[in-house]
């Protein structure tokens, strides 16, 4: 029977983020056997060392020059040469832009089933491996169980802690043997979005504005005390319809799903789709004028009031803290 | 140029999701059924590429009778006509995408377009899984799409965290639809009856030959746990501000 786990992440310049080393910590609790992490291109070797310490066994670094630039089919191909080479009984990966694009190719080319998005994963009675996966955006929680004799998931990020447990990391070398001419979609250019906004479901703090915002102008007011928190911004989905501030700062059922250790929902009523978004949050703080407004409901902590009069007084107090700290 | 769009019919985003102890799925009476929000966007963008280059939309789609409403309604955007997989059991995504590839195999096909995921399941798996069975490329959560028919090319903007990236792969591929590739039309009235005489081909799932046993199986469904009734501050907002500051600091210790 097989006893391994294979985590499979993306790497950018030798860094990780944060969410490979949550997989390894979760592979290291589940896995009888070997953890082995695999990941590619340019820079993917210094990513051994931090791999190893937090409980890689073995670490694969595809950086030959054929995995340079994603291909999704190039490198669920990879993954699959990989995966036969290697006495694995589960694959993980991270449940972020690349791993989403990455893992259900995979899964297809193994014939696995694969849970998306786990935010939680265990050992069952029968042996094999189980998750619990939010759906609809969060509205409730699936336990599932794969029946596939292989079994892939994805892991939601800054769900899981990480450990330190310093394993060999070793070098392992495998030639996956495919050639880059036969890669059919491959990533040509990448663009960094406006001002290094931190991204919304990586973030530990986000400060988030709805229409009693009033006017695109007004998000000053948030991202100050966005500034003061080290936090991410983010909106309802009326201002981004609105254009008000880009898509890519919808939470919702139909944008991002986050789950930060504090969310500040700022003249936002609380729609149910909004809600569910929001729902993995460990704190909830709603500010609002309107007492009546249903984010109170899913707050723990909520201030009725002129969003522009507590919004700059909470930044100022936040930054006494700071100092003072 | 021919266009396949897959689209799945899902619980309106406003439901709210009703359980008894135990239940693997939700309780449907009352729902209000809609286009997957996604797909919508995927609809829309199949149109604009047969508005620009020429050709056919057609829908594809499965699930229960109901689903038929949701194929009505794509065919009153626009599309020519649509396929309809029976099926009332419950599935999976694989089982979901082998049903779907098989269809899309019999059409034939220039391009597949769908959304980036369902808003019920959230597996978002089914555009790349039908790439893999049809042993086609993929381009994911896309947020502006160019298509050159006549060199058979795409080059795709896709959403990354915080930044996005350029995609080129030859056609035919399979393209998933993010929120802001396109502003999807409503059906005009003259569209809504015209969609009314569109052909809706009934195909039964077990007619297709495909394997239908799920491999992910959701054994229990249950609803987030209640959070504790919420310290609403009042009063001045400088006092409440501070008091605010103290609990995340204090008590939360969350700053």
């Known amino acids: 029977m097989a006893e391994g786990i294979l985590v499979v992440t993306n790497q950018e310049e030798g860094r990780v983020r944060r969410v490979a080393y949550e997989m390894l910590a979760v592979a290291q609790e589940l896995a009888p056997g070997k953890v082995t992490a695999l990941t590619f291109g340019p820079g993917a070797e210094q990513t051994r060392e931090g791999l190893g310490r937090y409980g890689a066994d073995q670490v694969v670094a595809l950086n030959g020059p054929a995995y340079a630039a994603y291909s999704s089919d190039g490198f669920a191909d990879a993954v699959a040469k990989a995966t036969e080479s290697l006495d694995v009984e589960a694959l993980f990966f991270p449940a972020n832009a690349w791993g989403k694009d990455l893992a259900p190719r995979v899964a297809g080319l193994l014939k696995a089933g694969l849970a998306s998005d786990c935010t939680d994963m265990f050992r069952r009675d029968d042996g094999r491996l189980g998750a619990v996966r939010p759906v609809y955006a969060g509205k409730a929680f699936a336990r599932v169980a794969i029946q596939s004799p292989r079994q892939v998931f994805s892991l939601r990020p800054n769900i899981q802690p990480i450990k330190e447990t310093g394993r060999a990391g070793t070098a392992w070398d495998f030639d996956p043997g495919l050639d880059a001419a036969s890669f059919k979609a491959v990533v040509t250019e990448v663009l960094t979005s406006q001002g290094g906004q931190l991204e919304l479901t990586e973030a530990d703090i986000i400060v988030s504005g709805g229409r009693g915002v009033k006017a695109p102008e007004n998000f000053k007011v948030l991202e100050d005390l966005a500034d003061a928190l080290g936090a991410a911004l983010g909106s309802s989905r009326p201002v981004a319809d609105e254009g008000w501030v880009p898509h890519s700062y919808h939470i919702g059922q139909t944008g991002k799903v986050v789950s930060p250790t504090v969310y500040f929902a700022v003249g936002i009523s609380g729609a149910i789709q909004h809600l569910a978004g929001i729902s993995g949050s460990k704190y909830i703080v709603a500010i609002n004028s309107d007492a009546d407004a249903p984010i109170f409901k899913a707050a723990n902590y909520g201030v009725v009031g002129d969003l522009f009069k507590v919004v700059p007084a909470l930044a100022q107090e936040i930054r006494a803290i700071k100092k003072d700290a | ?255």
């Open chain 2, 1 to 255: 140029m021919k266009i396949l769009v897959l689209v799945k019919q899902v619980p309106d985003t406003a439901t709210k999701i009703r359980l008894n102890p135990g239940d693997a799925a939700i309780q449907t009476d009352g729902i209000k059924w809609v286009i997957n929000p996604y797909d919508e966007f995927a609809i829309e963008e199949g149109l604009r590429l047969k508005e620009k280059h020429g050709g056919e939309v057609v829908v594809v789609s499965m699930g229960p009778a109901r689903v038929e409403e949701a194929i009505r309604q794509a065919l009153a955007m626009g599309a020519d006509r649509a396929v309809h997989i029976v099926k009332d059991a419950v599935g999976d995504s694989q089982v979901a995408a082998r049903a779907l590839a098989r269809v899309c195999q019999d059409e034939g096909y220039d391009l597949i377009v769908t959304g980036k995921q369902a808003v019920d399941d959230d597996q978002a798996q089914v555009g790349p899984l039908v790439a893999v069975e049809l042993r086609l490329p993929q381009v994911t959560v896309v947020l502006k799409l160019e298509v050159d028919p006549d060199a058979r090319k795409i080059r795709a903007e896709r959403e990354l965290e915080g930044a996005s990236e350029i995609v080129e792969l030859p056609m035919p591929a399979v393209v998933t639809a993010q929120r802001g590739l396109n502003e999807p039309r409503y059906p005009t009235l003259p569209n809504i009856m015209k969609a009314k005489k569109k052909e809706v081909k009934s195909v039964p799932l077990e007619s297709l030959g495909i394997d239908t046993e799920p491999w992910v199986v959701v054994e229990e469904l249950t609803l987030p746990p209640e959070r504790p009734a919420a310290r609403i501050l009042t009063g001045e907002p400088e006092e409440a501000a501070r008091e605010l500051a103290r609990l995340l600091h204090e008590e939360a210790k969350v700053i």
